[in-house]
C-alpha cells in the first residue's frame, strides 16, 4: 500500500486519501477514516477520556452507520419491563446487555466512566472476555434507549440480551463452583495444620490432651469443608447411582465418606488416628480441577451468544401502507420484510420482490455470493450482498435453519461434556482400591492384633494418597498447554490430547481451512488484439477499480500498490464495478457484466474480466489461495498413516482441483452442515477416530460431533466456540505440533501412573505389615506428588528446546 | 503449651470470618472481572467527563464504593 496512507486514529483502518476528516488531541490534528470515527473520536477526547487512546491495546472497531438511529430503535422497549433485567430493591435493576467491539480493558473503563456518570446508572460490571454489560440502574431516572445510545455513541454497539438467561445461568455456576475451592482451601490450610502437628506427635510424643484437642478442631473444621464443598460429589454420585450406573464421582464420594466417617469412630473412641487432613484435601484438589475445567469451558462455550450474533436484531417490516422496525424475534411466517444490501436476513423465506446476490458461508462455507431470483429460498443469518429485496417470511425465528443448528449444536456439546471430567478417572477407581486394601489391612489387624490395626490402616491411607495419581494427568495436561500456548494453540479441552492418540482419520474443510479463502489471482491473460497495455497495468487498473470495494472479490487485489486519487466515479455493483482511470471508463466484473463475448472455456467459470468500451482488455483468473505450509503438512500426516478426507460445501471442481494439488485422495463436494455430520456419524460408526479441522459456521455442528475438533486461524466465532484446539498462528503446520505435543503428553502422563502406582505398590504392602510410621508415609506421599508435577514440568521445557524436527510420534 | 487452647480457637474464629468475607467477595461479583481493576489505577482521572446531558452533577457517590 501507499506509504502516504494514514491509518485512522480511531480504529486504526486506512484513512482514504479523499478523506480529510481529522479530531484535535492535545493540539494536534489526527486523521480518521469516516464520520463515523470522527463522532465517536470527538465525544471521547470532549468527555475527557484521551486516555482510552493512550491505554487500549487493540484498535477500536470501525462503528457501523446504522449505530447512529440505535436511540429511535431501543424506545420501543422502553416500557417493556421484561427487558429491565431482573428486579432488585428500590426500584433498581440489574440489566445484562451484550455489547459488540469490547477488546481490551481500556474499553471496559471508558464504557465504565460513561455509563456511571449518567444519573440512574449506579454500577457497570464489564464482562472482557465475552462481551457483557451488567448495569445496576434505574428505569424511573434513564431510558434503556438511553443507555443504548450512549454505548453507540462512544462505538459500542448494544444487542438485546438475548443470551442472557444462559449467561446468568453460566455465572451464578461458576460463582458456585468458586466458592466451593474457596471454602475447601481455607479449610484445607488449617486442617494440614492441625495434621503437621500431629504427625510430629506421631514422631516425638505429645500429651493427650493437646492431640484431642487438634483432632476436635480438625473435626470441627472438616464438616462444613464436607458438607459446603463435598456436596457436588455426593450430588453426583447419587445421580449416577439413580440412573444406573458407577460413574466417576462414586469411588470420590465414598472415599471421603470412608475417611470421615472412620476419623470420627476413631476420635469418638478415643484411640486410632484422625485422616480429616485427607479429606479436605481431597476435596480441596478435586474441586479446584474442575473449576478449572469449567471455567475454560465457559470460556469457549459461547455458542449461544456467538448465534445470537450472526443474526440481526432489527427487521423491516412491510405492512399495506409503510414500514417500520421491529426486532427480528418477533417476525411470523407470512410477514413480509424488506432486506437492504449489505444487511443480514432475519428469517427464513423466499424472495417475493427482486434479485440479488446473497453470502450463504453459513450453510456452505464459501464467502463466494449465489445470485437469487425472485422465488428463491434465502436463509436467515445469510448476507445480502447487493440489491434490495422483499422477502416473505416462511418460518417463525424458532424454527429457522440457524436456530435449529443452534439446538443440535448444544445437544452434541451437553453430550460431549460429559467425557470433559475423565482426568480423574483414574484416581477415582484407584482410591476405591486403596479403600479396598485398607479394609483388608483393618480386618486382618483387628483379627492377629488389633492395637495395630489402626495405625496400619492408616499407614495404608495415607501413603496411597491419590495425590500423585490425581495429579498424574491434570498437571501433565496443564504444561502441555501452556506449551502448545507458546506454539500458537489453544487448547479448551484437556481430554483432547488424550483423546488425539487414538485419532486415525483427520477430516478437512477446504475454502478457510486447507486455503486461506480468499481469492488470490493466478492468471492474467490479456486480448492478443489489444497492445499497450501489459499484464501489470491491468492488474493495476483492476486493483484502481476494486480499492473500495467490500467485495470478497476485491481480496484478489489487495497487495498491489496503488494511489488512490488516479480513479474516480467508481460505481459499484452487484456483479461488477466501473469507474474511470485517466480518460478511460473501465468495467470489472464478469462476462455478462462487461459485455464481454468469448467461446466458454472449462474452468473460467469464476474469472474476473476487465474491459472498456472497445472490449475486453484481460482476464484474470482466479483462486483461492493455498494456507501456509499445506502441502507439507498433507505429506507429514499421510506418512503417520492417517485416512485424511475433504469435506467442502464448495463445487466439486474447485474442491477436485484442491485436493489433487495438495493430494488428498479421498473428498465430497457440495456437503451442507447436516451431510457433514452425517458423514462424520458414518466414519465413527465404522469404529474411525475422526479429528475434524474446520473454520466455518457451517463446520461449527461437525466440529462439535467430531472426537477431536480443531479450528484454524480466522475460524469463526461459533466454530471456536466448539474446537478443542483453536490454532492461531497462520501455518497447519501446528496440526503436526499437536499430534506432536499430545504424544509426548500421552508419554509423561504414562510416566507419571507408572511412577505413582510403582511408589504405591511398594509402599503399601510395607504400610499393611506395619512398618511404616505414619509421618513417614506423609512425607512420602508429597514427594510422590513433587516427582509427578516435576515431571510434567518437562514438558514445558522439552518443547521450548526442541522445534519439532520431525513430526514422528515415536522419537525421543 | 495452654495458650494453643486460645490461639487455635482465635485462629477457628478467623476462619469463620475469611470464608464470610470470601463468599461475600465472590458473590459481589468480585471474581467475575480480573482484568480491568488494575487498569483503572492507571486510567481513572480524577477529573470527571466534563459533558452531562441531563444533570450537572455525577449521580450520587454511591456509585464507585460498591
Redesign the interface.
Known sequence: MNKNLQACFHCGEAVPSNCLLSVNVDGENQAVCCSGCEAVAKLIL????A??YQ?RTENAVKPIDEDMDVEQAWQRFDQRQSLWGSELKDGHYELLLQVEGIRC??C??LI???L????????V????NNGFL?VNWRPELLHLSKIAAILASIGYRPHLPLAGAEAMGR?HE??GA??RV??AG??MM?VMM?AVALYAGEAQGI?QG?ER??QW?SL??TTPVLIYSGQIFYASAWRSIRSGRVGMDVPVALAISIAFIMSCVNFLSGHGHVYFDSVVMFIFFLSLGRYAELVIRHRNLQTGLALARLLPEWAELLTDENAERVPAIDLRSNDRVRVRAGQTFPADGYIIDGDTEVNEALLTGESRTVVKRRGEDVIAGSINQSQTVVVRVSRDPEDSTISMMGRMLLKSQTHRSRYAQLSDRYAGWFVSVVLTLAGLTAWWWMIHDASMAFPATLAVLVISCPCALSLATPAAIASASRALLERGVLLTRGTALEMMGGIDTIVFDKTGTLTTGQPTVVRTVLDPDRRGIDAAEALRIAALLEVDSSHPVAHAFVGIPVNRTDVCDVVNQAIGVQGRVGDIDYKLGNALFTKVKHDPMPGDEGALWLADQDGWIARFDLDDGLREDVASTIEGLERKGLDLVILSGDAPHAVAAIARRIGVYQWHAEQSPQMKMDYLAYLQTSGKKVLMVGDGINDALVLSVADVSMTVSGATELANSTADFILTGDSLSLVNDVFATAALTRRVIKQNLIWALAYNLLAIPFAAAGLIEPWMAAIGMSLSSLVVVLNSGRLARWNSIHSFPDTGTKSR | ?TM??VL??L??LL?AV??WA??WA??S?Q???L??Q???V????D??????E??E????S???D?
Request: charged letters at 25%; glycine letters at 6%; aromatic letters at 10%.
Open positions: 470532549q468527555s475527557g477520556q486516555r482510552y491505554f480493558a481500556a471496559a473503563w465504565r466512566t460513561q456511571e456518570s449518567r444519573k440512574g446508572v449506579d454500577q460490571q464489564v464482562d472482557i451488567r455465572q461458576r460463582r468458586l466458592k474457596g471454602v481455607l479449610g488449617q492441625y500429651s493437646a484437642f487438634l478442631v470441627i473444621v | 503449651m494453643l487452647y487455635i480457637p485462629a477457628v476462619l475469611a470464608v470470601l463468599l465472590i458473590k461479583g471474581f467475575d472481572d482484568d480491568s488494575g487498569w483503572s492507571v486510567l481513572d482521572d477529573q470527571k467527563p466534563p459533558q452531562l441531563e444533570d452533577l455525577p449521580s450520587e454511591e456509585n464507585t460498591k
